[in-house]
């Protein structure tokens, strides 16, 4: 299946059903999945016609089957989604510093604490369930040895890229690029995903194996 866009809960609820009813499942780049209908000479969308285009990409692109993420990964996803969210209030905040009168400006500042003390809060909360997690936590360790690497750009490493340690080299790049292929990019840094650290994430993937 292809993500849904803007339909997180939605595909979260879907592919918990489908694997506790044993049906395999595979999480595609809707993006892919587009270019490779418009190969075919498939312009138009309608439910069947989406249909017989995801038929035919698994049939022939054979996307390989990769575990589906647990609770505690889910847990961990949403909070570096929702640390993202408000690293994206406080820039927004900060921008309106510059055109703000004196009464607002302190209003914003006072904002922007607020948000900064959230955020920190999360960093923790996120610090102490990688901890929890040996391999995880070895993992991101080991991610900050590559250059330029901080916590920050770990965090979203190890808990948006689980497979990060388990693949090669040319397979780890190979989903990061797609991952942050135009139309992906737009739609995860919209929905909270880390489409805003892919170009960062790259090196460090490649120098981990």
Request: hydrophobic fraction near 40%; charge should be positive.
């Amino acid at each position: 299946m292809s993500r849904l866009p803007g339909e997180e809960a939605l595909e979260r609820a879907l592919t918990e059903a489908l694997s506790a009813a044993g049906l395999p499942i595979v999480l595609v780049n809707p993006w892919r999945v587009r270019r490779f209908g418009e190969g075919l000479g498939v312009l138009a969308k309608t439910g069947p016609l989406d249909a017989r285009v995801l038929a035919l990409f698994g049939e022939r692109a054979r996307p390989p089957r990769r575990p589906l993420p647990g609770p505690r990964q889910r847990e961990m996803a949403d909070l570096v989604r929702r640390r993202r969210q408000l690293i994206a209030m406080i820039v927004a905040e900060k921008s309106r510093l510059d055109t703000a009168s004196s009464v607002i400006r302190r209003d914003i500042q006072s904002l922007v604490q607020i948000l900064e003390r959230r955020v920190s809060k999360l960093d923790d909360r996120i610090d102490r369930a990688i901890a929890k997690d040996p391999e995880r936590a070895e993992t991101w360790r080991r991610v900050q040895t590559a250059p330029s690497v901080g916590p920050g750009v770990a965090r979203a490493l190890v808990i948006d890229l689980p497979e990060l340690g388990a693949l090669g080299r040319r397979e780890i790049t190979s989903l990061v690029v797609s991952l942050h292929s135009p139309r992906t990019a737009a739609r995860r840094a919209a929905t909270g995903g880390f489409a805003r650290d892919a170009p960062l994430l790259e090196r460090p993937c490649t120098s981990l194996r």
